[in-house]
């Protein structure tokens, strides 16, 4: 697009302007014409048109009038693109088929509440590549152990494989995030990996072990597990919340379930 837009901080908008960054995304996304590919947040279409050019289909969702406005106007009588004039976090993504693929440069200010929304539609996703705050990947790909393993991690790694690609440092988006951001990709597991029998309970649980991640299984979870619960499922209770890992987590969650009826 080459009429300048002036970026809107509350919608989150730094433009990927280093060529060298959006190629890496295109290579890591690998579109084909078998791929029908929704984006979020084009922007100023940094990696739109690589994105359209070589899938089936694209799918892009903007928030921004403008901005949707000027997408439309670009891709005016392109029957590959359709622009959705539309907020990514009430979308009915499911309405755009049941295998699609997800990129996008995402605003970091709601990339929380948006990755459990996607959640929702899981079953319909083939992939998503995400452009995130680095600090945000690297929760989401912590496992047992690490200073940052914790309720993102362990929620959606229980309905995502999370790979982390690559760093981008601030200067590659015009205007620069104070922040240092990464490229990562999400695998949808199969259905069944970990088997969650109660999810509103799994996500209790697990946020009550994390609000005091300095102390023992014990003490943090006394209000919704007593001592037997974590020896029937072969957990020890004297561990801190960070050393178990999204198994015993389901595990502890669904031996609860059934033991409540
Ligand atoms: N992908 C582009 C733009 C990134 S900036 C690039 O890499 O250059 C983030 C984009 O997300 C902006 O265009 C912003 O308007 C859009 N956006 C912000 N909130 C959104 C929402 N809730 N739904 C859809 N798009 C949103």
Do not use: W
Not at 8 to 33: C, E, M, N, W, Y
Not at 49 to 60: E, F, I, N, P, Q
Request: aromatic letters at 8%; hydrophobic letters at 40%.
């Amino acid at each position: 697009m080459t009429s300048r837009h002036r970026a809107r901080k509350r919608f989150g908008q730094h433009f990927l302007s280093d060529p060298g960054v959006i190629d890496a995304i295109i290579r890591a996304v690998h579109p084909t014409r078998d791929d029908v590919i929704v984006e979020i947040g084009p922007g100023q279409g940094a990696i739109t048109d690589a994105l359209a050019r070589s899938a089936g289909h694209l799918h892009a969702v903007e928030l921004d009038r403008d901005l949707a406005a000027g997408l439309r106007h670009q891709y005016d009588g392109n029957p590959n693109v359709t622009v959705h004039e539309a907020d990514a976090l009430q979308f009915d993504f499911a309405s755009l088929g049941d295998r699609i693929r997800v990129v996008g440069n995402l605003p970091y200010n709601i990339s929380t509440p948006l990755l459990f929304h996607l959640l929702k539609f899981r079953e319909q996703i083939l992939d998503m590549h995400f452009m995130l705050q680095k600090e945000v990947v690297d929760r989401m790909a912590a496992g047992p152990g690490s200073k940052t393993y914790g309720r993102l991690g362990i929620m959606l790694g229980c309905y995502l494989n999370i790979e982390r690609l690559f760093d981008v440092p601030p200067d590659a988006f015009d205007p620069p995030p104070e922040v240092t951001s990464a490229v990562v990709r999400l695998d949808p597991l199969p259905a069944g990996t970990f088997d969650i029998e109660d999810n509103a309970g799994f996500s209790t649980l697990v946020s009550t072990a994390f609000m005091q991640r300095r102390k023992t299984l014990r003490n943090s979870l006394k209000k919704l597990v007593e001592g037997p619960d974590f020896e029937a499922v072969g957990i020890d209770a004297g561990q801190r919340p960070e050393q178990i890992s999204i198994a015993d987590y389901a595990r502890l969650s669904n031996y609860l379930r059934q033991k409540s009826g």
